[in-house]
């Protein structure tokens, strides 16, 4: 099972689901570049979570990230407005 660099499993991730993506690393795995190479080229775009955290060297955005939440994720992928909110509160 992957686990996005945003830190939800690729399973239960909506693009996953669709078919549209393959899978994801973490931003500080050494195939992330790779990965958002092959999102380029295969569906025209790259995951904005994965690259912010990939140009930042952040393995996981939930655990990792100093400006979790920001907002390439209060943009709405993969996490709620409302889940969000939570951490913005503490």
Do not use: W
Request: charged fraction near 25%; charge should be negative.
């Amino acid at each position: 099972m992957g686990i996005g660099a945003c830190g939800i499993a690729c399973e239960v991730c909506s693009h996953f689901i669709k078919g549209a993506c393959e899978g994801c690393v973490a931003g500080n795995d050494e195939g992330a570049a790779e990965k958002l190479n092959i999102q380029e080229s295969k569906l025209g775009f790259t995951c904005p979570v994965l690259e912010c955290a990939f140009n930042r060297k952040v393995g996981y955005c939930l655990k990792d990230c100093d400006k979790f939440p920001c907002e390439v994720l209060y943009r709405g992928f993969p996490y709620s407005k409302g889940f969000l909110d939570i951490f913005n509160k503490s």
